[in-house]
């Protein structure tokens, strides 16, 4: 298969038995042809403090050249206490620092995540939309991706197990990458 674009995807949980991570697989798993899904990670990232500025950690460059080497970033949110966990939220932190470097500023970005509840992660994406806002990404608005999890929806190899959903996944991943290529026009037609 010939990579035309790499979308990167952060998974705010660093639980080892996380659905959202198992949405990650699947989402991997279904992308199409010319995509690449490839995982930006933020477990080793320390809490950020202001402390760190002057000499900024290997692993927080890292982490800021990941997100600069990919076309689009899917940030795959869990929903705690109503909004984004904070090992999430540490990570947004990180990519808005040196001070006015901030990873997401015209970011083609996408929303999506996964819980048990009816809600399904709707209360946590929209504090996240709001974040991202402030960041000046470029989020995607449609399809909004609030995916109620039951046992045996995701295997843990990565396999949607009911069709409708697979097909709505699809879909998604087809409208962000079409999110990014309109981006990318743009930003052509600027430069030219
Ligand atoms: C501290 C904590 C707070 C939670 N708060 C919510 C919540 O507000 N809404 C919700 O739908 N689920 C909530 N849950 C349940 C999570 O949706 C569930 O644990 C899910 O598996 C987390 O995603 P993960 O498995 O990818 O880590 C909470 C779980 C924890 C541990």
């Not at 790499?6 to 639980?15: E, L, P």
């Not at 206490?81 to 997401?104: C, H, Q």
């Not at 970011?107 to 960041?135: C, D, E, M, N, Y």
């Not at 995607?140 to 929806?153: H, K, T």
């Amino acid at each position: 298969m010939t990579v035309t674009r790499t979308i990167g995807y952060i998974v705010g949980s660093i639980s080892s038995t996380s659905i959202n991570r198992r949405l990650a697989r699947v989402l991997e798993n279904l992308a199409p042809e010319g995509i690449e899904l490839v995982e930006i990670p933020i477990k080793d990232l320390p809490f950020y403090s202001p402390d760190y500025d002057a000499d900024f950690p290997q692993v927080a460059r890292d982490f800021k050249q990941a997100i600069a080497d990919v076309d689009g970033v899917i940030v795959i949110t869990p929903e705690y206490s109503r909004s984004i966990p904070g090992v999430l939220k540490n990570a947004l932190d990180w990519s808005t620092r040196p001070y006015g470097e901030m990873s997401f500023f015209g970011k083609p970005t996408a929303v999506i995540g996964t819980s048990g509840s009816g809600v399904a992660t709707a209360a946590a994406q929209q504090h996240l939309r709001a974040i991202l806002g402030h960041f000046n990404a470029v989020t995607m608005g449609q399809p909004e991706g609030f995916i109620q999890d039951r046992p045996g929806l995701f295997t843990e190899d990565g396999q949607v197990t009911d069709d409708s959903t697979a097909g709505f996944l699809v879909g998604y991943l087809e409208a962000f990458n079409g999110l990014i290529a309109r981006v990318q026009h743009s930003a052509e037609l600027v430069s030219a």
